[in-house]
């Protein structure tokens, strides 16, 4: 199992004698590690790449260890930079996923290889309610279309009210944009009174409804979910897709629990519009992954910018890196 700190056993007995013992070298602190004089060396190569020693200033040749307060902030930071990176990889992979199954539909839908496919919106929302109607057990729900309108949360109620009265277990992830608009909150309380689960993330990748993990309803289209749906009831392809919700689910904010900012003082739709700015997004695109409108995105954006003191948005994804916002290319 890694360690704790991303110290092995010989690095850290190591990182404790230059602390107390700032000017002794490497024979003295192999002698007091009871390590070799080899594995010692190894162990200041590993601290120097985490910055946790350097080079003294004032003798030629020696290392200093850099005080703890300073060396496991800048180790935090570097472990947060390496949690970053790997749930950008994911949300890459949870949209790739997403793209190649829409992708596989289309191209097999007429083969009856456990696809259909929908034309326009009224064919998708009579399948929905269809579909909502027979539902035994379980519906999972990606909403990425930010405030609702009234009519639509009006509408949707009755059937919604139906289904949670069956005791069926209903869980929706919305986007954290929802939280601005009081009307499409309080339609998500007014779910979560009847029985209901609500949470919420900065993008999703797709909108997605999972009948009893049996029957999986995804647009064909992601620029113009009106222009009709895909339905997958393949094994596989149901695995893969209740997988990509549980993933996003487990990383999502409750809708009552208050936002709070990470290590970096950001929230969480500022540091999914930092990364987006530094892909080149343009403030349409961001707008939509966010669920807000373009004069808000580019509020965001301008506000990122300015904290970064950039003037570009490459500047920005630079400076990101450099501030620890983002991960570097080589993590």
Known sequence: MRPALDLDPVAESVYREMLAHPTEGIAALAERTGHSAEDVRDACDRLSELTLVRSSGEHDGQLRAIAPDLGMEVLIARQQAELAAQQARLEASRAAAVRLIAEHAELNRTQGLGMEQLNGLDAVRDRVALLSRSVREEV????????????????????????????????????????????????????????????????????????????????????????????????????????????????????????????????????????????????????????????????????????????????????????????????
Request: hydrophobic letters at 40%; a positive charge; aromatic letters at 4%.
């Open 140 to 331: 999972l729900t990606f909403a990425p279309d930010g405030a609702q309108t009234a009519a639509n949360m009006e509408a949707s109620r009755p059937l919604n009210r139906e289904v949670l009265a069956r005791d069926v277990v209903m869980r929706t992830v919305y986007l954290d944009s929802l939280r601005n608009n009081q009307a499409t909150v309080d339609h998500a309380n007014w779910l979560t009174s009847h029985g209901a689960q609500v949470r919420t993330v900065p993008a999703l990748p797709t909108r997605m409804i999972i009948i009893d993990r049996s029957t999986a309803i995804l647009p064909v289209s992601s620029a113009d979910t009106a222009s009709g749906a895909v339905i997958l009831t393949g094994q596989g392809t149901l695995t893969a897709l209740c997988a990509l919700f549980e993933g996003v689910w487990a990383t999502a904010r409750p809708l009552g629990e208050i936002q709070v900012r990470d290590g970096n003082g950001l929230t969480s739709q500022e540091s999914t519009t930092i990364r987006l700015l530094a892909q080149g997004h343009t403030d349409e695109a961001i707008a939509k992954r966010l669920g807000v409108s373009q004069r808000t995105a580019r509020r965001v954006a301008t506000d990122l910018m300015e904290r970064l003191g950039a003037r570009s948005r490459f500047e920005a994804g630079v400076r990101a890196v450099q501030r620890g916002w983002l991960p570097s290319r080589a993590d």
